[in-house]
């Protein structure tokens, strides 16, 4: 895929992987716009890298429509759609039998069904005019059931199976669906996860987005 041009939405833009993917790709040519709840964070980074901002929370009902309609506004459309943004759920992180339903719902509204409502706003017309990618940012969370990160795993497991569905769905339409594993990064909700970890071991989220746009620059 080339880049250049490349019409690109990254949800959770204003720091740590969704603002190292604003950096490379727009050294990249591409046209963004960045989405994140932090709006003056999320401004600096826009600067930065001549990018469009949106200040909107993910997970909230109506935030999947007024994205769609940014994105069609400034950018004229998506080519790319990366679901980067994330939330814990309860920290310090917790058992599920201590874990309030509003704590797992937080995890469920960002991680997963902001991500729903996104993708079916945007992949029709990806699908119309027969070409688009869909990234998620997912975790070994979603595969491996470790204590304490009940809410933050499910909502991850459910993001990758959503994914596959959607591929299945869309199949010969070519709109293709990939889930990304970062591994453990040294960012701001990693301290928050575990707050004693040594982050000299932690990947730095300028080395992981630099993987990850290769794997888009490869992509047919």
Known sequence: MNLEKT????TGASRGLGAALARTLSSKGARLLLVARGAQALDA???ETGAHALAADVGAPGAALTIAAAAQ???GGV??????ASVLGPT?????LDTTDAEFDSALQVNLLGPFRLTRALAGAMALKGRGLVVQVTSDAATSAYPTWGAYGVSKAGLEHLGRIWGAELEGRGVKFVSF???EMDTRLHAEAMPDADRAVLARPEAVASRLVAQLEAAP
């Not at 019409?7 to 990254?10: A, G, L, M, T």
């Not at 080519?79 to 980067?84: E, G, K, P």
């Not at 310090?92 to 599920?96: A, G, H, N, T």
Request: avoid cysteine; glycine fraction near 4%; proline fraction near 8%.
């Open 92 to 96: 310090p992180l917790k058992e599920l």
């Open 181 to 183: 594993d970062p591994g």
């Open 7 to 10: 019409r690109i939405v990254i």
């Open 73 to 75: 506004q400034l950018l």
């Open 79 to 84: 080519d790319v759609l990366i679901h980067n």
């Open 45 to 47: 980074v826009a600067k």
